[in-house]
């Protein structure tokens, strides 16, 4: 479809546009390239507009009992006007031609700009033609071959009996699972105009078991990213046993000394490790900040030579993955490290506007209440050439972090992450079983100690929060050794 | 948002439509701004209009729905109210939330605290005017990464179809300032401030400004500790994250879930020392967000959780009330399984302490002023914490900062080793506290 031709207007074009109110299609690219065409003849640099419908449930089993089922359906848009370096970001729930005028009004005004007096030139904005990734991708009808809520129902039913038959000393057990289908549409001053459809779920465990004054709590969480049947194929069984098993292991664990020691770090979720101690200080957010001290690293040696890893979006179903980002990218890959040497960071728009670094696909937010951000997608550390054996042979004395929780980083590069499952290491074997352990250090210090990589490359889902808000991503590693690293216990 | 008496009506004659007899709806309507600085440039402004709203259904087998909604017209309530009532033939089936008996009670006094709204510019001018004179406090300061001016109305409201409505409006002012240093040969070091109020002209500038800088230079000069056992010294903002993360002593419907370090025996039984009181307090003065009803309509009030040690009271949603013979007390929030959350802790001293102690004569005592990553930190059902934390060994009163370090235990043991309650309150934003002194905590150092 051709853009309307807007070029000098006598007044203030007062069209009154027909879009489809319930699919972000070709009929948005009229108002929209009119509302891009008023932001640039205003005196903005860039403008964007992202459109964003949700339609999210979740579904929670509790015992033998479906005691929550949540949809929530949302619809909304972002403006971001840049006026050189700086900019602004206004968000309303009014996808009206009216609506979306009304908050590019005052982005404008926050900036100091006004929509354009009759008789003022009017740049044509002469949108892409829909790059509609929900089409090329057969995305369509994700949300209706989703589960039912029936379905979901009885699934996570049957999940926590499972749960029951395996685990003891269960004080109670929890099974939990969401769908979060998005439709968003991007577009932009430069051109963009892109839809892409993606749904993401997730389902997982949360045990908690007693004895006494004994208590252990163990969760597991496993996500898709483009299986509309995920939870139908959800093999409960695997992740009942593990979850069980790691519960009843931990229930009588002593805790742990604290002090320095070696520390091997299983696969999977424990590239939440690489996620906080350096992920988060190579996106360009934290160079704008000057919160981290890789900021001019680029082409230096920031990690052990040992150490390669990537951010990207592409891998197959995995959770961070996106056909495009939130400004209207398509995925990339990203080397980030390469045999410990910094080779790119990860750039948003601004990001790269402010850095100059180049965009890599990474902008994203949680929903039309964000502007978007340089963020994480998929995120690992490259697997290496040690079996898993030989890093633990490598260990006198020393500790197995089996299972991770969650972690941060602060201001000055120093991490923190929490171990829910750990084990003694002597003399090369795991003893005894360890909790409340704390992980913490200095990012420019621990890159230089991951020495050892096996060849076991595993990745888990997880939740990233930051500046834009709550997004999915992939952590991962093979098992890997750190050398040294301060562990908070009692 | 539509004014409530449009949402109402809306909702009524969408609901017969639909042969929906029973519903009850809570929502929001929020309109904000905020900005960023960077170097006495903007970084970036932000401003935000939405609304949101949940309803809740109950169908003819006496089962519950709910669906949340930003639509807040008629056709968006329309299909709110039928997703919910499509989800209601998956709802519980026992213990089946009704609404709340209290729901048309009267509500504390509420003046409507709304304030208008200062131009960007004028947040924008007065928040490079605060970096600025942050930056000049001390050389080392070489940038105040983290800062935001940021201005909220909120509007919400509860009605239900048996005739409840209640709704009420506040204005927010606030400002956040977190200093980065550098010096040759240092290593970095980070504090910051946060003030809330009702309005920017109300909003303590200067008094966020100076405790910013002090905090900042108060960590230049920097140690390892040892690692070992501490006496250590929570301040007000430290020891309400620490009760806060541990809420589910408190909260009834975390108890009904066996999700909690207590059980409804627990009730009258000794969980702290005699010299610790705790209230939750919603219609505190100092509670700038206080609001008078909950997410089920209840009226919200003072509730003492712990006196003089003894754990005396829960927070309940109508629900958690009825199955612990209890009484409401305006914690709710509206959800397809109704939550139990506290709204502004109070703590405060109980009985006198054997002795009084100070930090200016103090010897090997760990001063914590603010705890960190209590979302990775914390085993909320397991009852224990292993944290980093700012903060300063005292020794013979004299404060030096502490490098890195992490302060680990169990609340219910730090509960019972309280040994002294300082009696300066101090407002935080999340609630009032003093200072509170603990024996015999694990510090991790070098």
């Known amino acids: 479809m051709q853009s309307p031709i807007l070029l000098i207007s006598k007044e203030l074009p007062r069209l009154t546009y027909q879009s489809t109110p319930d699919r972000f299609d070709e009929t948005w690219e009229a108002p929209l390239s009119t509302l891009l065409g008023w932001g640039r003849a205003a005196g903005a640099d860039f403008i964007e507009f992202f459109l964003e419908r949700v339609n999210y449930i979740s579904c929670m089993a509790e015992d033998d009992a479906i005691t929550s089922i949540s949809p929530r359906l949302s619809t909304g848009a972002g403006v971001r006007v840049f006026r050189g370096k700086a900019d602004c970001y206004v968000s309303t729930n009014d996808l009206s031609f009216n609506g979306l005028k009304a908050a590019l009004e005052k982005g404008l005004s926050i900036m100091g700009l006004q929509l354009p007096a009759p008789n003022s030139y009017v740049p044509e904005i002469n949108l892409e033609l829909l790059r509609d990734y929900a089409v090329k991708k057969g995305k369509e009808s994700w949300l209706a071959d989703c589960s039912s809520m029936r379905e979901m129902g009885d699934v996570l039913l049957a999940a926590n009996g499972e749960l029951a038959t395996q685990a003891q000393f269960v004080q109670s057990r929890r099974a939990v699972y969401f769908r979060d289908w998005q439709e968003v549409l991007v577009a932009s001053s430069d051109g963009t105009f892109a839809r892409d459809i993606r749904l993401s779920q997730s389902v997982g465990y949360s045990l908690l078991c007693a004895d006494g004054a004994q208590r252990s709590s163990i969760n597991k969480r496993v996500g898709s990213t483009s299986e509309p049947g995920f939870l139908r194929t959800w093999n409960y069984g695997k992740d009942a046993e593990e979850v069980a098993d790691s519960a009843s292991k931990m229930l009588y664990a002593d805790y742990v000394e604290s002090g320095n020691y070696p520390v091997v770090m299983a696969n999977e979720f424990g590239g939440v490790i690489f996620h906080e101690a350096c992920g988060h200080l190579l996106e360009t957010t934290q160079i704008e900040r000057k919160t981290t001290p890789f900021a001019d690293k680029k082409g230096e040696k920031i990690a052990h030579e040992n150490l390669t890893a990537w951010d990207e979006g592409l891998t197959s179903d995995a959770f961070g993955t996106i056909d495009m980002d939130d400004e209207g990218m398509p995925a990339q890959r990203t080397l980030l490290i390469e045999n410990g040497i910094l080779k790119n960071f990860i750039a948003d728009r601004a990001g790269s506007v402010r850095t100059g670094n180049p965009r890599t696909g990474s902008g994203r937010r949680q929903g039309y209440t964000y502007a978007a951000a340089s963020r994480m997608r998929n995120t690992y550390i490259a697997p290496g050439d040690y079996s898993v054996e030989e890093l633990f042979a490598s260990i006198d004395k020393g500790i197995y972090c089996k299972k991770m929780g969650g972690g941060s980083v602060g201001a000055t590069g120093q991490f923190n992450f929490a171990v829910d499952e750990a084990y003694l290491i002597e003399n090369g074997k795991l003893t005894k079983p360890l909790k409340g352990a704390t992980l913490i250090g200095e990012a420019t210090e621990i890159m230089n100690k991951i020495s050892m990589c096996s060849n076991d490359l595993g990745l888990a889902a997880g939740f990233c929060g930051s500046v834009s808000g709550s997004v999915y991503v992939t952590v991962g590693q093979p098992h890997i050794k750190v050398d040294s690293i301060t562990v908070g216990g009692r | ?446």
């Open chain 2, 1 to 446: 948002m539509p004014k409530i008496d449009d949402i109402a009506s809306y909702a009524k004659d969408t609901a017969h439509k639909l042969g929906i007899k029973k519903y009850d709806i809570y929502g929001s309507a929020i309109d904000e701004t905020s900005v960023q600085v960077d170097q006495g440039e903007p970084q970036q402004m932000k401003a935000s209009q939405r609304s949101s709203v949940t309803v809740r259904v109950w169908n003819d087998e006496h089962s519950v729905g709910v669906t949340s909604t930003t639509d807040v017209d008629p056709i968006g309530l329309e299909l709110a109210l039928k997703t919910a009532h499509e989800a209601s033939f998956f709802g519980v089936k026992e213990n089946v939330p009704e609404f709340s008996p209290e729901a048309t009670d009267p509500t504390a006094p509420h003046a409507e605290a709304k304030n208008p709204q200062a131009p960007v510019s004028k947040l924008l001018e007065t928040l490079v005017e605060a970096e600025k004179e942050l930056l000049a406090a001390h050389p080392a300061i070489k940038g105040v990464p983290y800062n935001g001016l940021a201005q909220r109305d909120i509007d919400r409201f509860y009605l239900n179809s048996e005739g409840a409505v209640r709704n009420e409006g506040h204005s927010f002012a606030s400002l956040y300032l977190y200093t980065k240093t550098e010096e040759e040969g240092r290593k970095p070091r980070s504090a910051g401030a946060f003030r809330v109020s009702h309005g920017l002209d109300e909003l303590d500038i200067n008094g966020c400004l100076k405790e910013a800088a002090e905090k900042t230079i108060s960590h230049l000069n920097y140690d390892k500790v040892k690692t070992g056992k501490y006496r250590v010294v929570f301040s007000p903002e430290a020891i309400l994250s620490l009760i806060g993360a541990f809420s589910n002593l408190f909260n009834a419907q975390s108890i009904l879930d066996n999700q909690s370090l207590s059980t409804p025996e627990s009730l009258g039984t000794q969980i702290a020392s005699p010299l610790l009181c705790l209230c939750d307090d919603a219609l505190h003065p100092e509670n700038v967000g206080a609001e008078t009803f909950d997410g089920e309509g209840t009226p919200t009030r003072r509730v003492a959780l712990i006196t003089n040690g003894v754990l005396s009271g829960f927070l309940h949603s109508s629900g958690t009330a009825k199955r612990l013979n209890a009484q409401p007390t305006g914690h709710a929030n509206m959800g397809s399984k109704i939550t139990v959350s506290p709204h502004f802790y109070h703590i405060f001293a109980g009985e006198s302490a054997e002795q009084d102690y100070s930090l200016d004569t103090a010897d090997n005592v760990i001063l914590i002023d603010d705890l960190s990553a209590l979302h990775a930190g914390v085993q909320a059902t397991q009852g224990s914490f292993s944290l980093p934390f700012d903060g300063w060994l005292v020794q013979n009163g004299k404060r030096t900062s502490v490098e890195s370090a992490t302060v680990a235990g169990d609340i219910r043991e730090v509960l019972k080793s309280v040994i002294y309650v300082e009696k300066e309150l101090e407002f935080t934003g999340s609630g009032v506290a003093p200072r509170v002194w603990v024996d015999e905590l694990s510090i991790t150092g070098e």
